[in-house]
């Protein structure tokens, strides 16, 4: 019997669920990516499900196992999944909607449905409005305020989509435009263009016949509705609940539509205003040139300066490049929380055409996350020394050490000296008070052994809120210091973000732009990392990971000689 229409999306979003359920109770992360790729392996499914599933096929498609075939063909036949019920019933009802909310974490939604009966956003700010909150064990006044704060902030509207998220969705969405007759050419732009950390939507501009262009979209196996047509635009829900809208134009118009599709208004505005001061060629550049301004590259056009920067002759030519860097920074092995050894993190990087990695296992104190004590991290040293024989990529030694309440590091200064590169973040006790946060980081940044300043507030994008402290003093510490601030690449960290990285230009401080890679695959986030660099105007010259291997060494090193633990 044939599937209804919308049966593989409908299966799509329970496994998804299932995903991100299996992922907030910590779960092996494998096992809920596989939920989740077996979720977009459904949504991207040409021909009939159920046909797929009565010839026992559906394993022959890339993404989907045997178990996974299994449960999605109990989802067919009975609309059922008992691991998906199982989850909700052992999990606080709202969970994966609460969890939006800054500083809740599933103990504590847990505790608050338990004695209010919270299982929503509305419920919740409705009972910090009545002061209900502050009366549940464990709360108090003053965590009711910030809960209310961070829910009326969030509101109620759809999560925001990450930079990486947003990605996924549009590239193979614009794949299938290009491929599609009646579509001239077809790009991402607004946000997405612009390398912006998160964003309510995913933006695309497309040349062609707007006819063609919708049924492109409406034929696209992701889609699950379509929105009304429009005169300029074509919008649409994906299965997955991202937002697209497509900005139309035809082949003639695209490169003004496109500029006009990418910037920010204020940005636009302000570049069309300027007169027409000489011919230029066609194509976007030709918008910036016939105004008598150099290219502004799309991470640029917030209207922060660059015009008149631009203007001037000061914009910076040349911005960081992905291909500039020449060796990843701050990677986890399977010492600590990651997920591949020192050899399997050494060979993708060398694959990958880096000259060097550095090891940057998690210190003592973090032991959540297998944080390495003396004789492990001896061990370490031993095996790195065991791999570097084996490949060409230079193996740095170092740590992720942890920056204590106090400001000082947890590995003793005996130990640090002996490193190739010394990160040292916060992992703990982030809502320390503005005065005690800027204390805590400026003494750590005085350190003679702090080198590189990780994830530098502290944020998880659409989860946390960075640290409260006096960010330009902080940066006063870091100039004033030797340390270098790193970009974290994370794609849920993106952290300094931009503003605060042009502030940490102006004063004269140097980059690391960084993976923050707990896998091989991740070794990829020096994408993003490079994306917030350029949003913040950093210049090739400014990141030492793009120096080769001994002058990176010789600026990130502590100082000390060689030898173990």
Same mark, same amino acid.
């Given at each position: 019997?044939p599937?209804p229409?919308?049966?593989?999306?409908?299966i799509?979003?329970?496994?998804?669920?299932?995903?991100?359920?299996?992922?907030?109770?910590?779960?092996n992360?494998?096992? +809920?990516?596989?939920?989740?790729?077996?979720?977009?392996?459904l949504?991207?499914?040409?021909?009939?499900l159920?046909?797929?599933?009565?010839?026992? %096929?559906?394993t022959? %498609?890339p993404?989907?196992?045997? #178990?996974l075939a299994?449960?999605?063909?109990?989802?067919?036949r009975?609309?059922?999944?008992?691991?998906?019920?199982?989850? =909700?019933?052992?999990?606080?009802?709202g969970?994966?909607?609460?969890? /939006?909310?800054?500083g809740?974490?599933?103990?504590?939604?847990?505790?608050?449905?338990?004695?209010?009966?919270?299982?929503?956003i509305?419920?919740?700010?409705?009972a910090?409005?009545?002061?209900?909150?502050?009366?549940?064990?464990?709360f108090?006044?003053?965590?009711?305020r910030?809960?209310?704060?961070?829910v009326?902030?969030?509101?109620?509207?759809? !999560?925001?989509l990450?930079?990486?998220?947003?990605?996924?969705?549009a590239e193979?969405?614009l794949d299938?435009?290009?491929?599609?007759?009646?579509?001239?050419?077809?790009? @991402?732009?607004g946000?997405l263009?612009?390398?912006?950390?998160?964003?309510?939507?995913?933006?695309? #501009? #497309?040349?062609?016949?707007a006819?063609?262009v919708?049924?492109?979209?409406?034929r696209?196996?992701?889609? @699950?509705?379509?929105?009304?047509?429009?005169? $300029?635009?074509?919008?649409?829900?994906? $299965?997955?609940?991202?937002?697209?809208? *497509?900005?139309?134009?035809?082949?003639?118009?695209?490169?003004?539509?496109?500029?006009?599709a990418t910037g920010?208004?204020?940005?636009?505005?302000k570049?069309?205003?300027?007169p027409? %001061?000489?011919?230029? !060629?066609?194509?976007?550049?030709?918008?910036?040139?016939?105004?008598?301004?150099p290219?502004?590259?799309?991470?640029?056009r917030e209207?922060e300066?660059?015009v008149?920067?631009?203007?001037?002759?000061?914009? !910076?030519?040349?911005l960081?490049?992905?291909?500039?860097?020449?060796g990843f920074?701050?990677?986890h092995t399977t010492?600590?929380?990651g /997920? +591949?050894?020192?050899?399997q993190m050494?060979r993708?990087?060398?694959?990958?055409?880096?000259?060097?990695?550095?090891? %940057?296992?998690?210190?003592?104190?973090?032991?959540?996350?297998?944080?390495?004590?003396?004789? =492990?991290?001896?061990a370490?040293w031993?095996?790195?020394? /065991?791999?570097?024989?084996?490949v060409?990529?230079?193996?740095?030694?170092g740590t992720?050490?942890?920056?204590l +309440?106090?400001?000082?590091l947890?590995?003793?200064d005996h130990?640090?000296?002996r490193?190739e590169?010394?990160?040292?973040?916060?992992?703990?006790?982030?809502?320390?008070?503005?005065r005690s946060m800027?204390?805590?980081?400026?003494? $750590?940044?005085? &350190?003679?052994?702090?080198?590189?300043?990780?994830h530098g507030?502290?944020?998880?994008?659409?989860r946390?809120?960075?640290?409260?402290?006096?960010v330009?003093?902080?940066?006063?510490?870091?100039s004033?210091?030797?340390?270098?601030?790193e970009?974290?690449g994370?794609?849920h960290?993106?952290?300094?973000?931009?503003?605060?990285?042009?502030?940490?230009?102006?004063?004269?401080i140097?980059?690391?732009?960084?993976t923050?890679a &707990?896998? *091989?695959?991740?070794?990829?986030? $020096?994408?993003?990392?490079?994306?917030?660099a350029?949003r913040?105007?950093?210049?090739?010259?400014e990141?030492?990971n793009?120096?080769?291997?001994?002058r990176?060494?010789? @600026?990130?090193?502590?100082?000390?000689?060689?030898?173990?633990?």
């Amino acid at each position: 019997m044939p599937s209804p229409p919308n049966d593989r999306l409908t299966i799509a979003r329970a496994l998804r669920e299932v995903s991100r359920l299996l992922a907030v109770r910590g779960e092996n992360p494998f096992r +809920a990516r596989a939920y989740e790729r077996g979720a977009r392996a459904l949504e991207a499914l040409s021909g009939d499900l159920g046909e797929r599933i009565e010839g026992g %096929t559906l394993t022959a %498609t890339p993404g989907i196992g045997k #178990a996974l075939a299994a449960e999605i063909a109990t989802l067919h036949r009975t609309g059922r999944s008992p691991l998906l019920e199982r989850l =909700r019933s052992e999990l606080p009802p709202g969970i994966l909607e609460l969890m /939006r909310v800054p500083g809740l974490s599933v103990g504590r939604i847990a505790t608050l449905h338990g004695a209010l009966g919270i299982g929503s956003i509305a419920d919740l700010r409705r009972a910090c409005e009545q002061g209900q909150v502050q009366g549940v064990r464990g709360f108090g006044p003053a965590t009711e305020r910030r809960i209310l704060e961070a829910v009326r902030t969030l509101g109620e509207s759809p !999560p925001r989509l990450l930079l990486h998220a947003a990605q996924a969705e549009a590239e193979p969405l614009l794949d299938h435009l290009r491929s599609q007759p009646g579509v001239a050419r077809a790009e @991402a732009a607004g946000a997405l263009r612009r390398g912006c950390e998160t964003m309510d939507r995913v933006e695309l #501009a #497309a040349a062609g016949e707007a006819d063609a262009v919708r049924e492109a979209i409406a034929r696209w196996p992701r889609t @699950a509705t379509l929105g009304d047509p429009g005169a $300029a635009g074509c919008d649409a829900e994906l $299965a997955s609940g991202a937002r697209v809208l *497509v900005h139309l134009s035809s082949p003639a118009d695209f490169d003004a539509a496109w500029h006009r599709a990418t910037g920010s208004p204020a940005h636009v505005s302000k570049v069309l205003a300027l007169p027409l %001061t000489r011919p230029a !060629p066609a194509g976007e550049a030709g918008i910036y040139l016939a105004r008598g301004l150099p290219f502004i590259p799309p991470e640029l056009r917030e209207d922060e300066g660059e015009v008149e920067a631009a203007l001037s002759g000061t914009l !910076p030519d040349d911005l960081l490049q992905l291909h500039d860097l020449r060796g990843f920074v701050h990677c986890h092995t399977t010492y600590s929380d990651g /997920r +591949a050894t020192i050899e399997q993190m050494a060979r993708a990087a060398e694959a990958l055409g880096a000259e060097y990695i550095t090891i %940057t296992d998690h210190s003592p104190t973090a032991s959540y996350a297998g944080g390495l004590g003396l004789d =492990r991290l001896k061990a370490q040293w031993e095996e790195i020394e /065991r791999v570097q024989e084996q490949v060409k990529v230079r193996l740095l030694r170092g740590t992720e050490s942890d920056i204590l +309440a106090d400001g000082s590091l947890d590995y003793p200064d005996h130990v640090l000296e002996r490193m190739e590169v010394v990160i040292a973040s916060i992992h703990a006790r982030h809502r320390m008070d503005a005065r005690s946060m800027t204390e805590r980081l400026t003494r $750590a940044l005085r &350190h003679p052994l702090f080198k590189i300043w990780g994830h530098g507030l502290g944020r998880l994008l659409e989860r946390r809120p960075p640290v409260d402290c006096d960010v330009p003093a902080v940066l006063d510490a870091v100039s004033e210091s030797r340390a270098a601030v790193e970009i974290n690449g994370d794609p849920h960290r993106l952290d300094l973000e931009p503003r605060w990285v042009r502030e940490a230009r102006r004063r004269g401080i140097r980059f690391v732009i960084s993976t923050d890679a &707990h896998s *091989v695959g991740e070794l990829q986030n $020096a994408r993003w990392g490079t994306t917030v660099a350029r949003r913040g105007w950093v210049r090739r010259s400014e990141v030492l990971n793009t120096l080769p291997v001994e002058r990176f060494r010789d @600026a990130v090193r502590p100082g000390g000689a060689g030898g173990g633990p």
